[in-house]
């Protein structure tokens, strides 16, 4: 990496954003929020909406808007903050030019959030590395989970500023730089629990814990969940973490997704030995901590649950909390159905929350779990709206009033 430049020394004046970067950023945003009512607003007049927005991020007077916050319950309860749509525009922008300068810098197992490098992948990574070290279960191996607490509430704000600060003077060289800069100066500090609106009841925050919510986090810490350039970032900012586990502690097999790390090795030992050593490098170098319940060290023939699975010698099976969170899902929208025909909006969140678990399970042995399933607790109403492909792996809607699907069998 070269060395960059004194922080506040740019060589030429700021250049400005260009209109066809923030269409492209749009494009990309509409993509998979055509549909809320944020976004139906914005594009009733996008190409306007745009030339407002560029010229403001150009003349200097961009200021993020109000955040909506709310909770959801699955896969486990969290606190989302969904930014308004023209700041997702923005998130956009800011993640199209940075993507490819942090690819090159990012190690090839860290997940989440990058092309091709999905929960799949991170759990197929895993298990490779288990077949590996163990010389195809021949030889003893050791499994090290750890998890950091309240990761996304802790990440300190000054602190990953002045790493992507750095990083962006030592690599990007374009004239918009100043620009780029400002705008991520702009995102990184701006705190949207002091002026977000609440969607739901406060008491849906009951049983979060306060490291897991915005509202109790220390001041100057922690990233909205929700918004693309917080999980970008998140990345970003374990990225010398990755590092340092991959080659200053010479851990070959070792992998990242989000803040769930793992390492194998022949030696329990070694494993234990260092722990002590990546709980320092965290507390001095990011301000983390390593969550004292969610550390897990064990023999691989133990098993080890990691994303929504437990991987075995020879087998992966679908983790208990995954299929009772599918059941549960399944429940959810039979009494939607009961009640009523399910909306056109009803329909589509039930093909994508359905699609999601099965997307998960059909890359496991679990055709006869899937069916099961289906066929004991998915309402007969649903039949009559969506079909089922003849793997059972995912839902298309129907457009007709009677659907001929076979019941399952």
Known sequence: MREPLP??????????????????????????KRKTQN????????????????????NGNYQPGNSIAFIVDKPVKREIFAADFR????????INKLNG?????????????????????????????????????????????????????????????????????SNYYLPDRPTLLELCRKVVFYDPAAN?????????????????????????????????????????????????????LSLRYYGRYVDDCVAVHHSR??????????????????GLTLHPH??????????????????????????????????????TYNRIAQRHKPYHAERAAFQSSINSYLGLMRHYHTYSLRRTILARHLSPWWLKLVKPSARLDKFTLVNKQRNRSRPFR
């Not at 700041?87 to 800011?94: A, G, K, P, Q, S």
């Not at 970032?233 to 200053?248: C, E, P, Q, S, V």
Request: net charge positive.
């Open 196 to 248: 977000c609106i609440i969607k739901g009841r406060r008491a849906n925050w009951k049983g979060l814990p306060d490291d897991k919510s915005l509202f109790y986090s220390r001041p100057g810490c922690g990233l909205p969940i929700g918004n693309l350039t917080s999980q970008v970032f998140a990345n970003f900012y374990l990225n010398g973490f990755d590092h340092f586990m991959k080659h200053t």
């Open 39 to 58: 976004a139906m607003a914005f594009e009733l007049d996008y190409e306007q909406n745009l030339i407002f927005l560029c010229e403001e991020i150009n």
């Open 87 to 94: 700041d997702r525009v923005v998130h956009h922008l800011i």
């Open 7 to 32: 922080l506040q020394l740019e060589l030429f004046p700021p250049a400005p954003i260009a209109l066809a970067e923030l269409f492209e950023a749009y494009e990309s945003c509409r993509r998979h």
């Open 294 to 331: 969610k550390i897990f060290l064990e023999h691989y023939s133990q098993g080890v649950n990691y994303l929504g699975v437990i991987i075995k010698p020879r087998r992966i099976y679908v983790a208990n909390r995954t299929k009772g969170n599918f059941y549960r899902a399944l429940l």
């Open 101 to 169: 300068l942090f690819e090159k810098e990012f190690i090839a197992d860290s997940y989440s959030c990058r092309k091709g490098k999905g929960t799949h992948k991170g759990i197929e990574r895993l298990d490779r590395f288990i077949r590996q070290c163990s010389r195809n279960y021949s030889r003893d191996c050791w499994i090290l989970k750890i998890d950091i607490k309240g990761f996304f509430m802790s990440i300190d704000r000054k602190r990953l500023y002045h790493q992507l600060e750095l990083f962006i003077r």
């Open 269 to 286: 030992g070694v494993l234990h030995s260092l722990l002590p050593i990546i709980r320092m490098y965290l507390k001095r170098e990011l």
